[in-house]
Structure formats: structure tokens, C-alpha cells
């Protein structure tokens, strides 16, 4: 199923020439792998520290941005600069977790905003990419399937906040948007899980 994760590889490709001037200065991914999950926590940090001002929802979405161009740096670092290690392994699956909660869950501090939901998508946001690794574990690969994974989930938050903050009343569509992605997100457990059975499957026939 479709989902912006397909568009990946032409963001690499943008992204491509950054990534070879950081490897040169001695950058390393795991140092970037880093600096997204502390990126992520000062964004939301400041959205807790003031929940009813307008910049820092305006501010989510540029640090949602800079988040996925650095995820997709490390990787890059990492693949085409002779980087991969087991700690980076460890510290992209749990950088992307650990950078959701910090980065999301403010959002159910702001005016408005119904707690539970935003809680709710989170959380089934760790299940599903639980999944996603869980593929690993029974010979299949690392599982991206959609509809809703770690590039939809920032759509979608980051559009609930660019709206609350150009001034867009909150009301009943943020309940309603943020319950449809959760129930795509169940949707998509479903897929990484039966994609990664099927694919296990294969593999040892």
C-alpha cells in the first residue's frame, strides 16, 4: 500500500550531496542518529513548556522536516559511507521510538486537543514499528508497509499543528483526524505483520 515512505529515495537524492560533505568533516551516523532524537526532544520540549502558544506548533513541522532529513542522512552515512555498526542498529530503531514520544506526546497538553487520541497514536506508533523489526527476528526483512508509518505519523501531526497554528479553531476534525490515523495505524501492524510472515514463508521454501 502507498505511503510517503515510497518517496525516500528521491529525498535521498537531494540529500545525497549534504551527506557526502558531512562524512568528509567526520560526521559519523550514529552522531546524527543522535541529533534527531535531541532535535526532536527540544521541539517537544518547548511545545510543553508553552502548550497554548501558536510558534511552537508553527515550529513542528520545520523540526519534523529537519527530523526525517537527518534519518535519512544517517542511513545514507551509514550504507554508502562504511558506517553500519550494531550500535547504529540499535540507536536508529530506538532514536525513531524514543524521538515520537518526546516530539508527540506534547501535543496532548495543547488547548483543545483531546489527550487520549494523541496518547493513543503513539502508542500504537511503537507497536507498529515493534512490527516492523519484529520481521528481522523471523528471516524476513525490516517491514515499511503502510498505510500509516513513521513519514505518514509526521504528516499527520505535522498538519495538526501548522493548522492550530496559522489559527484554525481546534474542534471535532482534530479528534476525527487523529482517530482515522490510528485506526490505519492498527491497519498497518496487520500489513507488517503478514507481509513479514509471507516473507519468511518464502524464504524457506
Sequence with gaps: MATIYDLKPRFQALLRPVCGALARAGVTANQVTVAAALLSAAGGGVILWQPEARWPLLALPVVLFLRMALNAIDGMLAREHDMKS??????????????DIVLYLPLAAVPGITPW?????????????????????????????????????????????????????????????????????????????????????????
Design 86 to 99: 550494531r550500535l547504529g542498529a540499535v540507536l536508529n530503531e530506538l532514536g525513531d521510538v524514543v524521538a
Design 117 to 205: 487520541p494523541v496518547i493513543g497514536l503513539v502508542m500504537v506508533g511503537i507497536l507498529v514499528e515493534m512490527t516492523g523489526v519484529v520481521g528481522v527476528q523471523i528471516g524476513a526483512s525490516r517491514r515499511y508497509d503502510g498505510p500509516v508509518g513513521k513519514s505518514d505519523r509526521a504528516f499527520v501531526f505535522g498538519l495538526l499543528a501548522f493548522l492550530l497554528g496559522i489559527g484554525i479553531g481546534a474542534g471535532i476534525w482534530i479528534d476525527i483526524l487523529l482517530m482515522l490515523a490510528l485506526v490505519l495505524s492498527g491497519f498497518t501492524t496487520i500489513n507488517r505483520a503478514r507481509g513479514a510472515l509471507a516473507e519468511a514463508a518464502g524464504g524457506d521454501k
